[in-house]
């Protein structure tokens, strides 16, 4: 069978669609998204974090200490921490 054959084939056949999983995605598929006072709230859970994923958004200069205070402490209980940073006005604050 040529390539033009295969390909024509495909096209008058059809691709099966794609069936969305009704569950939702795994953990490991989920990067938490959260400002500093609310991702301070996972640290009233108790044990480890290792796996999880979580962006700190910071929107102004007077969020980053205490974006990266919550930062040094997820991280040092095993979560993964990343920042948000705004791109327009307010990044020449930071």
């Known amino acids: 069978m040529t390539f033009l054959a295969a390909l024509a084939s495909g096209l008058?056949?059809?691709l099966p669609a794609a069936v969305p999983?009704?569950?939702g995605p795994c953990a490991a598929c989920v990067t938490w998204r959260a400002a500093p006072v609310t991702a301070r709230g996972l640290l009233d859970v108790t044990?480890?974090?290792d796996g999880?994923?979580?962006l700190l958004v910071v929107e102004s200069s007077a969020d980053v200490?205490?974006?990266a205070a919550v930062a040094r402490?997820?991280?040092a209980r095993g979560a993964s921490v990343g920042f948000e940073l705004p791109l327009a006005s307010?990044?020449?604050d930071l």
Do not use: I
């Open 21 to 23: 999983d009704p569950a």
């Open 65 to 67: 200490s205490a974006a």
């Open 47 to 49: 044990g480890p974090l």
């Open 90 to 92: 307010v990044a020449d």
């Open 12 to 14: 008058l056949l059809g």
């Open 73 to 75: 402490e997820l991280s």
């Open 52 to 54: 999880l994923d979580v």
